[in-house]
């Protein structure tokens, strides 16, 4: 009886709801939890690497990991748009996706998108649009995903945290769960077919940058742990341990089954030139044999980002000098 008279008013069916939809939140909030405790796993990426309990103000004081982390500082508007722009896929997963800000953004773009990431912190902080759509999954240990699930997988700077002898596996694990292509950035140095060319500053100890700028391009790395560069706390900086040329991921990529799309890499580098990203995103498109060419295919070339309902300073900052070059 009661229920009879509770759901015939039409302000009680909508606090019923929202409180429905609060309990499925928490749902979800537990068993991403229970998950991650029961992984235990995580190491450096913590809280802190995520901004936790540190100076926004953006001095790092020689430190890995951010001052602050959110949807701007990450890039992820940027990253978004240039996928969705590019890419046809329909369903995307996310590979070392931290708190899922890329998932979110997909997602609000109407892209089926899913993520996952080794550590506890980042997934069980997920980003409001991702919650529910990431999960704790490791490259070495197996991703809870089926084999070709999607269509476009996505690895951004996270390639290079795995040391060199562990690249091998971790990339016929992307090929597992991989229907098509894999988007990656990955710091590199070297030559660069698409785009700009890689550089060791910044990559190897400072007293031994001359020697490895010496070698040339004969030199593919990756670059010794020994003479990798450190942080404040002596640490290879941002975790990085394998440090290669665009040759040798290319290489490592090419074992793995996957050919290398450079026409579609030149003309992601076109889309990330407003933001000035060109230099930072060492980007890599590659495909499995038989992938349709459609599925790399470009929409919408007029549409930006503001359109979209995306935003990033940088991009905003380039529309508005563009918007002032025309009126001057």
């Not at 100076?55 to 500082?73: E, L, N, Q, W």
């Not at 700028?213 to 900086?237: C, I, K, N, R, T």
């Not at 050919?259 to 890499?265: H, M, Y």
Request: hydrophobic share 40%; proline share 6%; net charge negative.
């Amino acid at each position: 009886m009661l229920v009879e008279v509770a759901t015939g008013s039409a302000r009680a069916r909508s606090l019923m709801a929202r409180a429905g939809a609060e309990l499925e939140r928490a749902a979800r909030v537990g068993e991403v939890v229970a998950e991650a405790r029961r992984a235990g796993t995580g190491g450096l990426y913590q809280g802190s690497y995520f901004g936790e309990g540190r100076d926004p103000s953006g001095d790092r004081r020689g430190r890995s990991g951010y001052a602050t982390y959110d949807r701007v500082s990450s890039n992820a508007d940027i990253a978004a748009y240039v996928l969705w722009r590019n890419f046809r896929a329909r369903r995307t997963l996310d590979v070392g996706c931290a708190v899922g800000y890329l998932v979110e953004a997909l997602r609000e773009l109407g892209v089926d998108a899913r993520g996952c990431d080794v550590s506890p912190f980042a997934v069980t902080h997920a980003a409001p649009g991702a919650l529910g759509y990431v999960r704790l999954g490791d490259l070495a240990s197996g991703l809870p995903h089926g084999d070709g699930e999607f269509e476009l997988v996505t690895c951004l700077e996270v390639l290079e945290h795995l040391r060199p002898d562990a690249v091998p596996g971790a990339l016929a694990e992307l090929r597992r769960v991989c229907g098509g292509l894999v988007y990656a950035t990955i710091p590199s140095f070297g030559r660069n077919p698409s785009g700009p060319h890689g550089h060791l500053v910044g990559k190897v100890r400072p007293e031994r940058l001359e020697h490895y700028q010496a070698l040339g391009d004969a030199f593919e790395g990756p670059v010794p742990e020994e003479d990798l560069a450190v942080d404040a706390e002596g640490m290879p900086v941002e975790g990085h341990l394998t440090i290669a040329s665009y040759d040798w991921w290319t290489k490592r990529f090419a074992e793995a089954g996957f050919d290398r799309w450079a026409d579609v890499e030149r003309r992601l580098y076109a889309d990330v030139a407003p933001a000035g990203l060109g230099q930072f995103w060492n980007l890599y498109v590659f495909a499995l044999p038989e992938t349709p060419e459609a599925l790399a295919a470009p929409r919408h070339p007029d549409r930006t980002l503001r359109e979209l309902g995306l935003r990033h300073p940088l991009i905003e900052h380039a529309l508005a000098e563009a918007a002032a070059a025309e009126e001057g």
